[in-house]
């Protein structure tokens, strides 16, 4: 299994502003993934963060606006940058360890 | 395009009844996860199951998977207020395809006493 420490767990923005989230992991990972969970909704890849190498952005999403981080294999950011209201979502770090994956306890984002 | 669909999506039963939630996906995939999920709280893990004909129980919940129909049940049995939540499965997709998780929208239960 593996522990997953997200942070911030909720916060309030304002519009044009960046936030950055981080993703710790208690074990080594290969890949770390990025989810988006907008209200109401199912989750959505955002993008998938390799250590070592650029990360890897589903459809839809675009690296200046979700640039990640993966400076090892414990850790990891998600920025969300000049944030508008329609980025108000719950955003969710997990890791694949076997044949489990498993989910930070996710950050609520809310954009006024 | 690759389809993960779940059914019903809200579903609202009595204390003690029997349901099944259903999930269907548009790909080839052997492995296929279903997760709870409390309002405000994170995801977790259910079952993960890896092969046709898998099925696997936890209390009053048992999932199942066949390949062949790419059809995974949920079943509930008797069913009690704590199950309340959001369930959603999740298939993994082939390396061909990226290797990721796709998720179905989640089904609401409410379980009325």
């Known amino acids: 299994s593996a522990v997953i420490s997200q942070k911030p767990s909720r916060d309030i923005c304002q519009r044009g502003t960046s936030l950055t989230i981080q993703c710790q992991v208690d074990?080594?990972?290969?890949?770390m993934f990025w989810y988006r969970q907008q209200p109401g909704q199912s989750l959505t890849l955002i993008a998938t963060a390799n250590q070592g190498s650029e990360a890897t952005y589903e459809s839809g999403f675009v690296i200046d606006k979700f640039p990640i981080s993966r400076p090892n294999l414990t850790f990891s950011t998600l920025t969300v940058s000049n944030m508008s209201p329609e980025d108000s979502s719950i955003y969710l770090c997990?890791?694949?360890?076997?044949?489990?994956?498993?989910f930070g306890s996710g950050t609520q984002l809310s954009v006024l | 395009e690759l389809k993960v669909e779940q059914n019903p999506l809200f579903l609202s039963m009595q204390e003690g009844k029997n349901y099944t939630i259903y999930c269907n996906y548009s790909?080839?995939?052997?492995?296929l996860y279903w997760y709870r999920q409390d309002p405000g709280k994170s995801l977790e893990s259910l079952f993960v199951?890896?092969?046709?004909?898998a099925v696997k129980q936890e209390g009053r919940l048992m999932a199942s998977l066949d390949t062949k129909a790419r059809l995974s049940t949920l079943h509930i049995t008797a069913a009690v207020h704590d199950l309340s939540a959001t369930y959603f499965c999740?298939?993994?997709?082939?390396?061909?395809?990226?290797?990721?998780?796709?998720f179905g929208a989640g089904t609401i239960l409410r379980v009325k006493s």
């Open positions: 199951l890896l092969s046709n004909g």
């Open positions: 790909t080839t995939s052997d492995r």
């Open positions: 997990s890791v694949a360890t076997g044949e489990k994956l498993f």
């Open positions: 999740a298939v993994d997709l082939p390396l061909e395809y990226g290797n990721k998780l796709v």
């Open positions: 074990s080594q990972v290969t890949m």
